[in-house]
């Protein structure tokens, strides 16, 4: 706490110093944002945000950009209500380097890639940042070297280069298992005796419950084999602007490796076994093959991206089971086994894409539509849903009110039995302007549905928000 | 020849003369609009809400020929680092600093407001007068030329008629009254300061008025440089994002 006393005093000053220097560039802004449950009235979320930006070009040749956040999060009664300052960004872009239209950047980064709107399976060289769930398309900063090279003015190439592996934020909060993984263990354990050993009366299979879980999770080593490639070509043709991108690198969600089952207690004659299991996460590596287009087609804003995943080898959770025989005290030559569950196959990639279309009506009315196949954390394609979403929005009273009233979604988690597994969300927003740098937004957030997806978890988390931002 | 034909031909003949007359006339006001090769201008708009209540805006912008612009807002905070950069083909990319990367706009988008204010995407576009519009007519209006123009088919706009009040002198336009479907004037823009610099004639004051909403914006040029020989690679999207 002293650090961080000592670190804030340190901005502050440095803040005040560099005010006074009229070429200096800070900027940033505040943002209150505040969300109460609707059922009963308990706080869902409270963050006080200052972002505090310092911007500096020198000429034409290079410029240094950085943005660091304050913030206190949660119940201010928890000792973890203040946040330590966050690096969110601290580069230098240095123009023309080595050669003409070479640009390099370097430091801490957030590269963009995709050209949908705000949802971009391409995007995944900087891990999600799902700590709020409803700010979409946040991710974290990453450490990185990123090279784009304009040979001609409507050609881009990119090369990045992310030395440093990070696990992606995981939802913070009444939020926090919200995007968890669902741990499915198998029920039972196979029992067999050795040949030249007395049979005994034992059945073929015995029920496991699982008493304790416990997650290990096992970072990539720091060391630069375990950096992350990228490499992106964008080509604007006849008012058409494509993509294609490769990645190579961790994926942030973690998958179970090895569970290792310890005996709490075992009655097979009830054949039923209590059992501790101790998992150990790693991080897949994936290739990612990426491709995008934006356009615009008689006034409508069109745009698609999709992503092919391939895992870099097969995901296996191998489990490793007990020696029921030490546990009995006796050798009867008992052997139990619990098949490895396969994770991830290598010749098993999955798709996930976005198609989406915006139009600007003449009375003002702008909606914007997206088909997504496939959210942030899934993966497989088994796991992969589909979300239908839509906002139309308006600007009225000289500008200073926008209204969404008509904005949400729609998710299928099963076509076969839509009616058991589908949610929908409803999110309709109001945002006042009173000035120019002052923006007020208020709405709800009302989510329904049936079955096990990941947005039916949400269903009683149904809030009414406000959200202050002041730009300086 | 019959007297009808006669007719009929004299009719045909003085409607393609006025065309053509017209159609020289808005040529003249285009040349006369981006006779310079490029132009790097800081920009002052002061938006009036219906009560008076007045904000501020100010912004730089880039302009070579009549199809490459890159306009980029100063203040306010909000609003700072925000850039439009337009190219030919109706292309448009829109760069938000809290976006982090630039987007294509639709070209539906163009006829809103731009920015608060109350000039459109269009109005703010720099492309010529005559890629987008038929002139139709013209007459004299003592030292003035006034010119009607009419959108052309492939043009997707909210207007449907623009009268053009000009200066016969230098073909400098000093008003346009913009028409919606129903024939109804909806938007005025008047120029001011309408002098010669250099070897250019230019205004510097542009009063736009919403007649609808009872607004109006004034943008000022607080200093302007001709032909300084911008390159086209201050054009492109790498520019935009660099800010």
Redesign the interface.
């Known amino acids: 706490m002293k650090r961080l006393a000592i670190f804030n005093i340190f901005v502050v000053c440095f803040i005040i110093v560099n005010g006074q220097n009229e070429n200096s560039g800070w900027?940033g802004?505040v943002q209150p944002d505040y969300r109460v449950n609707m059922h009963d009235g308990k706080w869902l979320w409270n963050e006080n945000r200052l972002s505090l930006q310092w911007?500096k070009?020198f000429e034409e040749k290079a410029?240094f950009v950085t943005d660091i956040w304050f913030r206190t999060l949660g119940n201010p009664n928890d000792p973890a209500w203040l946040k330590l300052p966050e690096v969110r960004e601290a580069k230098i872009?240095v123009?023309d380097f080595i050669i003409p239209?070479l640009?390099l950047t370097l430091g801490r980064q957030?590269m963009?890639w995709g050209?949908a709107?705000k949802i971009n399976p391409t995007d995944n060289i900087n891990p999600h940042d799902l700590e709020d769930i409803w700010d979409f398309g946040r991710h974290k900063p990453s450490d990185a070297l990123s090279l784009?090279y304009?040979p001609t003015?409507k050609t881009?190439m990119e090369l990045v280069y992310a030395p440093f592996f990070q696990p992606i934020q995981m939802p913070a909060g009444v939020y926090s298992n919200l995007l968890m993984p669902e741990f499915s263990f198998p029920d039972s354990m196979s029992i067999r005796q050795k040949p030249g050993y007395p049979p005994l009366p034992l059945p073929s299979k015995v029920a496991i419950i699982v008493d304790t879980l416990t997650l290990t999770y096992q970072n990539p080593a720091f060391n630069i084999n375990h950096s992350a490639y990228a490499f992106r070509f964008s080509q604007?043709i006849k008012?058409i602007?494509i993509s294609a991108s490769y990645h190579y690198g961790f994926d942030g969600i973690p998958v179970p490796s090895h569970a290792y089952i310890t005996v709490d207690s075992m009655n097979l004659l009830q054949n039923r076994t209590y059992i501790s299991v101790n998992t150990t996460l790693e991080y897949p590596k994936f290739h990612r093959i990426g491709l995008d287009f934006?356009?615009?087609v008689?006034?409508?804003?069109l745009?698609g991206e999709a992503c092919l995943t391939i895992p870099d080898k097969n995901y296996l959770l191998k489990i490793h089971t007990p020696d029921l025989n030490q546990i009995l005290g006796i050798d009867l030559g008992i052997v139990s086994e619990v098949p490895d569950s396969v994770i991830f196959k290598k010749n098993k990639p999955w798709t996930k894409f976005v198609i989406g279309a915006?139009?600007?009506?003449?009375n003002?009315i702008?909606v914007n539509m997206q088909y997504l196949h496939g959210f942030l954390h899934e993966r497989t394609s088994k796991e992969l849903n589909d979300y239908y979403l839509i906002r139309m929005e308006k600007?009225v009273l000289?500008?200073?009110i926008k209204l969404a009233p008509v904005s949400g979604g729609l998710v299928i988690n099963d076509y076969k039995d839509v009616s058991n597994n589908y949610a929908w969300m409803w999110i309709p927003e109001f945002v006042y302007y009173p000035?120019?740098?002052?923006?007020i937004a208020t709405g709800v957030k009302i989510i329904d549905g049936k079955g096990k997806g990941t947005f039916n978890s949400l269903k009683d988390l149904d809030e009414v928000y406000l959200r202050i931002k002041y730009?300086? | 020849m019959k007297p009808l034909n006669v007719l009929i031909i004299s009719l045909l003949w003085a409607i393609t003369s006025v065309a053509q007359n017209a159609s020289e006339v808005l040529k003249k006001m285009d040349d006369a609009i981006y006779a310079p090769k490029d132009q790097s201008i800081s920009i002052k708009m002061t938006v009036y809400d219906k009560n008076g209540k007045t904000s501020v805006r100010e912004a730089t912008t880039m302009q070579k020929g009549n199809n490459k612009r890159i306009f980029r807002f100063t203040s306010p905070a909000s609003q700072a680092g925000i850039g439009i950069l337009s190219l030919p083909d109706d292309v448009m990319y829109l760069y938000m600093p809290a976006y982090e990367k630039e987007r294509r706009i639709a070209s539906s988008a163009k006829n809103q407001g731009f920015a608060g204010t109350d000039f459109s995407y269009d109005d703010m576009e720099s492309k010529s007068y005559a890629e987008k519009y038929d002139a139709i007519s013209v007459k004299t209006e003592g030292n003035d030329y006034v010119l009607e123009l009419k959108p052309k088919p492939t043009h997707k706009t909210d207007y449907t008629k623009l009268i053009i009040t000009l200066g016969k002198d230098n073909y400098y336009p000093k008003k346009v009254q913009y028409f919606d479907k129903t024939n109804n004037q909806i938007k005025e823009l008047n120029n001011s300061k309408i002098e010669k610099k250099g070897n250019y004639w230019v205004a510097t004051v542009f009063e736009m008025k919403d007649l609808r909403k009872g607004t109006k914006t004034v943008m000022e040029f607080t200093s302007v440089k001709y032909d300084s020989g911008l390159s086209d690679d201050e054009f492109t999207v790498r520019k935009l994002t660099q800010k």
């Open positions: 900027k802004y911007d070009k410029r872009e123009y239209k640009d957030r963009k050209t709107d784009k304009y003015e881009k604007h008012g602007d934006t356009t615009s008689k006034g409508i804003g745009w915006d139009y600007t009506f003449e003002g702008y600007r000289d500008e200073k000035n120019d740098n002052t923006e730009s300086f």
